[in-house]
């Protein structure tokens, strides 16, 4: 019974690490921050673009199909947007940095 319930958790948990490393849940809070970021850009993005194209087309100055155009353009911009977040790499502090401030607070102490 005791094997069943690490699948359990597995299935439950909203993260799960694959091996020891500690670090490894700094790394995935950066790397939230970073795609909540781009999301907001893409969200910025959509409603930007299609606001341009809303407006020019009550005014009478754009072709609805430039109009739909503008619309799908918008659309692939925000998944070009996202496509970055294959490249990401975490910035995160070496483990070793850390080990200074440390020893000054002990000494201060």
């Known amino acids: 019974m005791g094997g069943h ?14 091996g020891n490393d500690l670090h490894q849940v700094a790394a995935f ?3 939230s921050r970073h795609t909540l970021r781009l999301v907001r850009q893409n969200y ?3 409603i930007g673009v299609n ?12 072709n609805p199909v430039l109009e739909a155009l503008l619309h799908g353009t918008s659309s692939i911009a925000g998944v070009g947007n996202s496509a970055r977040l294959v ?11 850390d080990v200074p ?3 000054r607070w002990r000494n201060a102490a």
């Not at 319930?5 to 694959?18: C, G, N, R």
């Not at 490249?87 to 940095?97: A, E, I, Q, S, Y």
């Open 87 to 97: 490249n990401h790499t975490p910035h995160l502090p070496r483990v070793g940095d």
């Open 44 to 46: 910025g993005l959509a």
């Open 51 to 62: 606001l341009l194209g809303l407006v020019a087309g009550a005014g009478g100055s754009m």
């Open 29 to 31: 809070v950066e790397l």
């Open 101 to 103: 401030r440390r020893a």
């Open 5 to 18: 319930s690490s699948h359990v958790a597995l299935e439950t948990a909203d993260i799960a690490l694959a």
